[in-house]
Structures are given as structure tokens and as C-alpha cells.
């Protein structure tokens, strides 16, 4: 919006110049979102006590310390990242990029999704929710809506091609079947993130970190002349989506002094299922999913994790992990919260690292 109405100015004011530069725009993305987080966060709390009373239901199958210190926390404070988020994009980004508003479509989406499913837990006060195959059917509509949008905006031979890191030339075409696929990863994507978020700060920090591996890809890949010289394959617009990205970081960054142990609320599917999807959604819109893959590889272990145990289970009776996802197996080996969660963040960052040696090494 501000980028709407100062950039006709900028030929006549050095000031509105700077709306110019992604990169002004982006930081001030970030800035804008992690104000708005601390301006509202108190707010949203304390509405989110009031109105749940008891908090988010805690599973009586988990660890044996949620029950006495995780009760009686509220949930669903991912509403917090998503108007923060929110209003700092559309502050700051240039509203005519489609780019934009398909992610911004496909995170709203998955928030409503995620919505209804912790007011269904709180309301009822059960851990059920949604049903696993409505939930399914849902994120597939939206994903597929979304797949498509991002397909009919990329308009070449790149647009249905998934492109393979480090091998600049390889990129295969998948055809009609590439929204298929980059449905399945924004699918996957938002509900890694959601099996992840189990303990105080396990998933924004990942998510940030992602977030800011997927700002400077999509500043380069959106930037021909840096994308030329990395070799990268270049997406128009696609500079817009480092704004996005920048917003999520400074949301997450707000949600995380809330959320940090001992967390005065928790992020809850409407949080975490929408980022997971907007992380997933950037992905495909940079032509960088399998880097997502690799950068968001501690969410892609939790899942594993998960299918892996439920797999075994039901063909052994037997367990091949003391509880699923992994950080909570490490809760019944004794590990201390806050060690499990600083390990996992150091994980994340390492695996960010590699992901982003995969921009440079061609």
C-alpha cells in the first residue's frame, strides 16, 4: 500500500526513493511486523485467556510434565503472526504482484483451516479437531488453487519444470503434473510444521530460519543480474516475495518473545499450519523446493519421524521410537526442554547453511 502510493514520488523526493529497493522494503517489512507483534501480543493474550479459560487441551498420552506445566497456556496465538504478517505485506509489497497474493492466498487459507481446528479443540476440549481426512481435503483444495495460480504466473517452460540444485541445467518437466507436485509441498510443508510445534519455541525458530534463507533467494532469483552471475534460474517478481518473507521473520520474531518457556501461548494450528504453507508456497515460486526441503530438513525429519513410528506400529505392534514426533522421544529419554529445543535450533541453522551453499556451488 505505502509502495502504492509513494512510488510515483520517488523520481521527485530521495526520501520515497528508497521504496525503490526490495531490500529498504523488506527491512522495513520485518520492522513493521516485529511493532505490530508487540503492540497487539498483550492484547491477543490476554483475549485468548479470557475466552478459552482452560487453555489449549493438553494429550493425556504425552509427555507427563505438560500436563502440570503446560496447562491452563492458551492457544491459537498464531492469529498474532498472521495480522502481524499481514498488515506488514501489505504495507510494504507492491500489490499488483500475483506472486504475492497466491502466498498470501494459500497462508490465509491454511490459517482458516487451522482456525477452525483449535476452536474445535478448545470448544470442545478434546485434542481432535478437524478430521484428519477433512483437514486433508482442505489443505489439497487450497494447495491445488494455489499451484495453479503460481503455474499460470510463470508463464514459460519454467513454470511446470522442478529444478534440481547445484545442477544448474537439469530441471525436469513435469507437465500438468508440476501443480500436483507443488500442491504436495505446500501440503507437506505446513503440516511438517505443524508436527513440529510441540514445545516452547520448536517451530518459529526453524520457521525464521527458513524464512530468511527464502528472503535472499527470492531477492536473487527476482534480481537477473544476480541471478546471471549465481546461475540461478530467474522468476519475475519474485523479488517481492523477500518483502513477504522479511514479514514473516519479524512476525515470528514478535510471536517468540511470547512464546519463548515458558511460553505465555502457544502458536496452535492456525499459526502453525499457515507458515508452513507460506514457507512451501515461496518454495514453489522460486523454483526452490527441494532447497526447502533441505533448510526445513528438521521438519522433515519430525514427519518422518512420525510415519515411520505409525508405519512400524501397526505392521509390528511394536514402537521404533519412545513417542512421536522425535522431540517428544527425547522428552521421555530426560531431556530438558529447553536442551532439546536449542539443539534442534542448532540443527536448523546448519541445515541453512548447507541450503544456502547450494546457491553458490553450480
Given at each position: 500500500m505505502l509502495y502504492y502510493f509513494f512510488r510515483p514520488l520517488a523520481d521527485h523526493t530521495i526520501l520515497f526513493n528508497l521504496m525503490r529497493y526490495v531490500t529498504f522494503r523488506a527491512g522495513a517489512a520485518c520492522m513493521t511486523a516485529l511493532f505490530v507483534s508487540f503492540l497487539l501480543g498483550p492484547v491477543v493474550i490476554r483475549s485468548l485467556r479470557r475466552l478459552q479459560g482452560q487453555g489449549q487441551p493438553i494429550r493425556e498420552d504425552g509427555p507427563e510434565r505438560h500436563l502440570l506445566e503446560k496447562k491452563g497456556?492458551?492457544?491459537?496465538?498464531?492469529?498474532?503472526?498472521?495480522?502481524?504478517?499481514?498488515?506488514?505485506t501489505l504495507l510494504w509489497v507492491d500489490l499488483q504482484n500475483g506472486l504475492v497474493w497466491a502466498t498470501l492466498f494459500v497462508t490465509l487459507g491454511y490459517g482458516a483451516l487451522g482456525f477452525a481446528d483449535d476452536y474445535l479443540k478448545v470448544t470442545k476440549r478434546n485434542t481432535k479437531g478437524v478430521s484428519g481426512r477433512m483437514k486433508l481435503i482442505v489443505q489439497a483444495g487450497v494447495g491445488l488453487i494455489t499451484a495453479i495460480w503460481l503455474t499460470w504466473l510463470a508463464r514459460g517452460p519454467l513454470g511446470m519444470a522442478l529444478t534440481v540444485p547445484v545442477f544448474k541445467e537439469v530441471a525436469f518437466q513435469l507437465g500438468w503434473g508440476f501443480p500436483i507436485f507443488a500442491m504436495l509441498v505446500m501440503m507437506g510443508a505446513s503440516n511438517a510444521v505443524n508436527l513440529t510445534d510441540g514445545l516452547d519455541g520448536l517451530a518459529i525458530v526453524p520457521t525464521i530460519i527458513c524464512a530468511g534463507v527464502f528472503t535472499l533467494i527470492a531477492y536473487l532469483v527476482g534480481n537477473h543480474n544476480f541471478a546471471e552471475h549465481l546461475q540461478l534460474n530467474p522468476v519475475n517478481g519474485a523479488g517481492e516475495l523477500a518483502v513477504f518473507c522479511s514479514a514473516l521473520i519479524g512476525a515470528g520474531m514478535g510471536f517468540l518473545w511470547f512464546n519463548a518457556p515458558p511460553a505465555a501461548v502457544f502458536m496452535g494450528d492456525i499459526g502453525a499450519l499457515s507458515i508452513g504453507g507460506a514457507l512451501g508456497a515461496v518454495a514453489v515460486a522460486t523454483k526452490h523446493e527441494i532447497v526447502l526441503m533441505i533448510v526445513g530438513g528438521l521438519f522433515v525429519v519430525?514427519?518422518?519421524?512420525?510415519?515411520?513410528?505409525?508405519?512400524?506400529?501397526?505392521?509390528?505392534?511394536?514402537?521404533?521410537?519412545?513417542?512421536a514426533p522425535l522431540h517428544h522421544h527425547f522428552e521421555k529419554k530426560g531431556w530438558a526442554e529447553p536442551t532439546i529445543v536449542i539443539r534442534f535450533w542448532?540443527?536448523?541453522?546448519?541445515?541453512?547453511?548447507?541450503?544456502?551453499g547450494t546457491l553458490k556451488i553450480r
Amino acid at each position: 500500500m505505502l509502495y502504492y502510493f509513494f512510488r510515483p514520488l520517488a523520481d521527485h523526493t530521495i526520501l520515497f526513493n528508497l521504496m525503490r529497493y526490495v531490500t529498504f522494503r523488506a527491512g522495513a517489512a520485518c520492522m513493521t511486523a516485529l511493532f505490530v507483534s508487540f503492540l497487539l501480543g498483550p492484547v491477543v493474550i490476554r483475549s485468548l485467556r479470557r475466552l478459552q479459560g482452560q487453555g489449549q487441551p493438553i494429550r493425556e498420552d504425552g509427555p507427563e510434565r505438560h500436563l502440570l506445566e503446560k496447562k491452563g497456556t492458551p492457544t491459537m496465538g498464531g492469529l498474532l503472526i498472521l495480522f502481524a504478517l499481514t498488515i506488514s505485506t501489505l504495507l510494504w509489497v507492491d500489490l499488483q504482484n500475483g506472486l504475492v497474493w497466491a502466498t498470501l492466498f494459500v497462508t490465509l487459507g491454511y490459517g482458516a483451516l487451522g482456525f477452525a481446528d483449535d476452536y474445535l479443540k478448545v470448544t470442545k476440549r478434546n485434542t481432535k479437531g478437524v478430521s484428519g481426512r477433512m483437514k486433508l481435503i482442505v489443505q489439497a483444495g487450497v494447495g491445488l488453487i494455489t499451484a495453479i495460480w503460481l503455474t499460470w504466473l510463470a508463464r514459460g517452460p519454467l513454470g511446470m519444470a522442478l529444478t534440481v540444485p547445484v545442477f544448474k541445467e537439469v530441471a525436469f518437466q513435469l507437465g500438468w503434473g508440476f501443480p500436483i507436485f507443488a500442491m504436495l509441498v505446500m501440503m507437506g510443508a505446513s503440516n511438517a510444521v505443524n508436527l513440529t510445534d510441540g514445545l516452547d519455541g520448536l517451530a518459529i525458530v526453524p520457521t525464521i530460519i527458513c524464512a530468511g534463507v527464502f528472503t535472499l533467494i527470492a531477492y536473487l532469483v527476482g534480481n537477473h543480474n544476480f541471478a546471471e552471475h549465481l546461475q540461478l534460474n530467474p522468476v519475475n517478481g519474485a523479488g517481492e516475495l523477500a518483502v513477504f518473507c522479511s514479514a514473516l521473520i519479524g512476525a515470528g520474531m514478535g510471536f517468540l518473545w511470547f512464546n519463548a518457556p515458558p511460553a505465555a501461548v502457544f502458536m496452535g494450528d492456525i499459526g502453525a499450519l499457515s507458515i508452513g504453507g507460506a514457507l512451501g508456497a515461496v518454495a514453489v515460486a522460486t523454483k526452490h523446493e527441494i532447497v526447502l526441503m533441505i533448510v526445513g530438513g528438521l521438519f522433515v525429519v519430525e514427519t518422518i519421524s512420525v510415519i515411520v513410528q505409525v508405519f512400524w506400529y501397526k505392521r509390528t505392534g511394536q514402537r521404533v521410537f519412545l513417542m512421536a514426533p522425535l522431540h517428544h522421544h527425547f522428552e521421555k529419554k530426560g531431556w530438558a526442554e529447553p536442551t532439546i529445543v536449542i539443539r534442534f535450533w542448532i540443527i536448523s541453522m546448519i541445515l541453512a547453511l548447507i541450503g544456502l551453499g547450494t546457491l553458490k556451488i553450480r
